[in-house]
């Protein structure tokens, strides 16, 4: 393991690192960082949640100038849960240096306030390629001062139709720019496609493989039969109980299959995929992080760049083709030094792929048979938290301190009570434990609100409503 003040970073830098408990370097952040700090474009091949945005971000903000009122930065990621997840990071590690401007620019969002954003100024723009390339044609994003591009998922950035997007906006940044491109794989078309973006890269790869000791990896032989993967996943749920548990499917039909399977058997699930309005896709991942539904059944499209914490199982309702997407899938489970499950379906014809991920991990596949899964009590437990909303957000003034503060006041509750408090622009999105989540309810309404569906918080009413 290397450390972080091996680097050649300011003090307060470190400080600030040692702060927000980056110790030792991830295998990329010591692979990327030294190049990355020397003005190298870099091309670094790392799977989401392997510490590659402070491979990039101490780099951003090493040589960012905050005098200087403009965008010094920008980075592009596939989806606008990464583009916030990578903005938020960023804003951490930038907190040694004062009067760091860092915007998001996705698309799901109003134009105008992003418009009069843009025209207070900022040092890092991150965002979704669509909404980039808008502001450029309006003419309210100026990207000529750009010292670094960040390509983050360049890979499904491409494989999502962005590629034009990605390339034109290229063109936009200044030519003796370094740029820094980040993907989960690095297939001969994505090197292909990204060549015009780079000058003399340096290649650093981080292992994509897992490790096999976190992870209780089993393989399940199914038949052809209709509606058996649905029955396999039922039972495998039932046997082992996981709280939190991501399903991974080839189709959007398989999704909604699946989730129809699960909800007739009283499960607390929800699917994820590519035809989803933001709207809906944002509400779906809220209420999966903080835990108020158990099964997120997902495409890999739509899961690529999310980094949820606290998974007890991963289960490849189908195999994937591909043995890297495969090991990505597993990977998100098992985390900082936790352990998990990872357990998959596979049909006789499928059996061909399985040997493809045994020879990429190196080790052969543990098969158990299904008809040794014991499902246990028939009564499912519901999910631990439920998801209050409540119609304000960011526009209404509205900070998750407020909220807290009324569960804790008003409400009665206990701040271990309170989950993860998600402000939008619009709304709130509020976990509670289950069991004291009515009780919430009833202490947050006032006689004097307007009906009985309002709470009321810093004096004002807010319409609720439960998922």
């Known amino acids: 393991m290397t450390a972080f003040s091996t680097l050649s970073l300011p003090a307060a830098f470190l400080a600030n690192l040692e702060a927000l408990g980056y110790k030792e370097m991830t295998e990329i952040q010591a ?15 790392a799977k989401t949640g392997s510490g590659k945005t402070a491979a990039f971000g101490i780099g951003i903000l090493q040589k960012l100038n905050p005098a200087f009122f403009s965008v010094q930065a920008l980075v592009m990621c596939p989806t606008r849960e990464l583009a916030d997840q990578v903005a938020q990071e960023l804003r951490r590690l930038a907190r040694w240096k004062p009067n760091v401007k860092i915007l998001t620019l996705t698309g799901g969002s109003p134009m105008r306030p992003q418009t009069a ?3 207070h100024g900022a040092h890092v723009v991150v965002g979704t390629p669509g909404r980039i390339r808008d502001h450029i044609s309006r003419r309210t994003l100026d990207l000529s001062r750009v010292q670094t591009l960040v390509l983050d998922e360049a890979d499904r950035m491409t494989d999502m139709g962005f590629y034009d997007d990605m390339a034109a906006i290229a063109c936009e940044c200044p030519a003796a720019r370094q740029t820094l ?9 994505i090197r292909e496609a990204s060549a015009p973006f780079l000058v003399d890269p340096v290649e650093v790869l981080a292992e994509a493989r897992h490790d096999s000791t976190q992870i209780d990896q089993r393989f399940y032989e199914i038949g052809f039969g209709e509606g058996e993967r649905g029955a396999a996943v039922t039972r495998l749920l039932k046997h082992f109980r996981p709280v939190s548990t991501l399903a991974f499917c080839n189709t959007k039909a398989r999704c909604r299959e699946v989730v129809e399977m699960l909800a007739a058997q009283g499960f607390s699930a929800r699917a994820l995929h590519g035809e989803m309005e933001q709207r809906e896709r944002d509400e779906t991942l809220v209420v999966f992080a903080n835990r108020s539904c158990s099964v997120l059944v997902a495409t890999d499209v739509a899961a690529r760049g999310l980094d949820i914490s606290g998974l007890d199982a991963v289960i490849n309702v189908d195999i994937s083709k591909d043995p890297e997407v495969h090991v990505h899938r597993v990977g998100r489970t098992g985390r900082a030094g936790s352990t998990g499950l990872a357990l998959s379906l596979c049909a006789p014809n499928e059996k061909k792929w399985v040997q493809l991920i045994e020879t990429m991990q190196g080790m052969p596949a543990e098969w158990h048979p299904l008809a040794e899964l014991d499902e246990g009590e028939p009564h499912v437990e519901p999910a631990p938290m439920r998801t209050l909303v409540l119609m304000g957000g960011k526009r209404h003034k509205l900070r998750p301190g407020d909220v807290l503060g009324a569960l804790t006041g008003d409400a009665g509750l206990t701040r271990e009570q309170v989950g993860k408090i998600n402000v939008f622009e619009f709304s709130t999105f509020v976990a509670i434990e289950r069991s004291v989540a009515g009780q919430a309810v009833q202490r947050l ?7 009985p569906d309002f709470a009321v918080v810093k004096g004002r009413y807010f319409k609720m409503r439960f998922f």
Do not use: C, H, I
Request: a negative charge; zero cysteines; hydrophobic letters at 40%.
């Open 31 to 45: 692979k990327a960082l030294p190049q990355v700090l020397a003005g190298r474009d870099v091309v670094a091949q």
């Open 117 to 119: 954003s843009l025209e």
């Open 181 to 189: 491109l980040f993907s989960a794989t690095y297939q001969d078309d």
């Open 445 to 451: 309404q006032s006689p004097q609100a307007p009906g």
